[in-house]
């Protein structure tokens, strides 16, 4: 007989944050189950060979505007005030994304004050305009900077990242994408923004940190748990019946052993390399919107302040469709009405089962690091308040 009162399948923000509060606040014995070798999840940082730290799967920038998942974190682990900046190569220049009265003036020279008055007329400053209200717009002079948004920042980043043709890319997505009329260029406007001082791994080390846990890496949860949607003791752990609370973070089809077909995913393969200068390019991230396969190139130094090392890491960034194959990892969800009435089916197996499903994968949905520690919290409270 299992002697946990919570079993918790994942060691990213998702199942990490749910086990220390069920075992801080609600004095339970919780065992956190992870099918990789390591903790973090997504956010895993480590030291490469040449003593970098790197994000084995992408760069992971904190912001939020949710005091109270800020100052939860702050807990497990001090910040490096990082604020972040992007820019797109597009031809011989590299501008700032998303676009603002910066990349404005950069991009159309002499035009650019007469474009800045009239967008801030129009919308008021510091407002964010979508490019799809700027192509609807009767100003030709707006259609304008809306077009050129579109084919040089939007367009062909989004076939890369997505895999789709111009046709097939829904107009309500690039509606999303806006013109920013300030000339703040943080890709982020949140109050709160940096990294972990030490890395995302040593801040999972301190938040697991706590005795009613108990880590089980390199681990798949299906080795050890049984589930039976329905019955009356839907799960069993080692052969017998498990009457605790159970926790899903992972990928929620897989966990049924894909009955009713794989559930579609964008991976991404990761591509290192380590170049012997003090700096390969002017941020941290450089987008590659209209030429290359890849779509970003990232340097780890400008995220983690190790501008002390010798050398540079940098990474680039590949998508492709996920096949489920050895090595490849789920990463976005493709949202659609067929995608997601195939992820209800899996849902109501899981609700069947009495599991109680978070994360990018167990519910089929992209979130920030603040919002799946928001719902975390929020989650772990309505566990104990069962």
């Not at 949607?229 to 605790?244: D, L, N, R």
Request: aromatic fraction near 12%.
């Amino acid at each position: 007989m299992s002697n946990y009162d919570s079993i918790i399948v994942g060691a990213g923000f998702a199942g990490a944050v749910v086990a220390r509060e069920l075992a801080e606040h609600g004095g339970e014995q919780v065992l956190v189950l992870d099918s990789r070798d390591h903790i973090g999840g997504n956010c895993y940082d480590v030291a490469d060979e040449h003593g970098i730290l790197i994000h084995q799967y992408g760069p992971h920038i904190f912001h939020t505007n949710i005091e109270r998942v800020y100052t939860y974190l702050s807990r497990f682990t001090e910040w490096f005030d990082y604020q972040h900046e992007v820019v797109a190569r597009v031809g011989d220049k590299e501008i700032p994304v998303p676009f603002n009265l910066n990349t404005l003036e950069q991009v159309f020279g002499e035009e650019a004050p007469e474009l800045e008055k009239l967008l801030i007329d129009k919308f008021g400053e510091g407002a964010r305009v979508p490019i799809l209200t700027l192509r609807e717009a009767e100003d030709d002079r707006l259609k304008k900077i809306a077009d050129y948004v579109y084919e040089n920042i939007f367009l062909k980043y989004t076939m890369k990242q997505w895999g789709k043709t111009p046709e097939e890319i829904d107009p309500a997505v690039s509606g999303r994408v806006p013109v920013v009329l300030s000339r703040d260029n943080r890709y982020f406007g949140d109050t709160y923004q940096g990294m972990p001082k030490h890395g995302y791994t040593e801040l999972f080390e301190k938040l697991l940190d706590h005795p009613g846990i108990r880590l089980k890496l390199g681990t798949d949860a299906r080795d050890l748990l049984e589930f039976s949607p329905g019955s009356q003791t839907p799960v069993h752990w080692k052969g017998e019946a498990f009457t605790g609370k159970v926790v899903f973070t992972g990928a929620i089809d897989e966990l049924f052993e894909c009955r009713f077909g794989r559930l579609p995913y964008r991976s991404l393969r990761f591509d290192f390399e380590h170049v012997d200068e003090e700096m390969f390019q002017s941020h941290g991230v450089v987008n590659y919107t209209v030429s290359e396969d890849f779509t970003r190139i990232t340097e780890f130094k400008y995220l983690t302040d190790e501008w002390d090392k010798n050398g540079t890491t940098i990474v680039r960034e590949y998508p492709f469709a996920y096949s489920g194959a050895a090595g490849e990892i789920p990463y976005y969800a493709i949202n659609n009405p067929e995608n997601d009435a195939l992820y209800e089916k899996y849902r109501v197996l899981a609700e069947d089962c009495g599991l109680t499903l978070i994360g990018r994968l167990a519910e089929y949905k992209y979130y920030n690091i603040d919002a799946i520690v928001d719902r975390a919290l929020t989650v772990a409270e309505d566990l104990m308040d069962d």
